[in-house]
């Protein structure tokens, strides 16, 4: 089993920025890949970057490609998603997913955290 417990979402103007986290536990979280998707009211959910705990490999949606970067602090088993120029469209719950490989879908993703709000305001 792997435990995520996403933190760091709140509400910040257009053009801001602002960092989320996701503290990752369980035996064998290490071995898999690291993502966030987001869903925004009305809309499906949408993969935004992923990275992999060991190398650190990246995957980025175009739609954040540039303004976003998702990092990893293996001492701390905690991934990151440090959001930048941020826009209204960005406003979403914010997911934290565990899979089994770098993947832009949610089929590889096996464990996810209860969300985090980011509002953008205009």
């Known amino acids: 089993q792997v435990q995520l417990v996403e933190s760091g979402g709140g509400l910040v103007q257009a053009g801001g920025s602002l960092r989320v986290s996701c503290a990752a536990s369980?035996?064998?979280?290490?071995?898999?890949?690291m993502a966030w998707f987001r869903e925004a009211p009305g809309k499906e959910r949408e993969f935004v970057a992923a990275i992999t705990w060991i190398g650190g490999n990246t995957y980025y949606a175009d739609s954040v490609s540039g303004r976003f970067t998702i990092s990893r602090d293996n001492a701390k088993n905690t991934v990151y998603l440090q959001m930048k120029s941020l826009k209204p469209e960005d406003t979403a719950v914010y997911y934290c997913?565990?899979?089994?490989?770098?993947?832009?879908?949610?089929?590889?993703?096996?464990?996810w955290g209860q969300g985090t709000q980011v509002t953008v305001s205009s």
């Open positions: 369980g035996r064998t979280f290490r071995s898999y890949a």
């Open positions: 997913a565990a899979g089994t490989k770098l993947a832009g879908t949610e089929m590889p993703y096996d464990y």
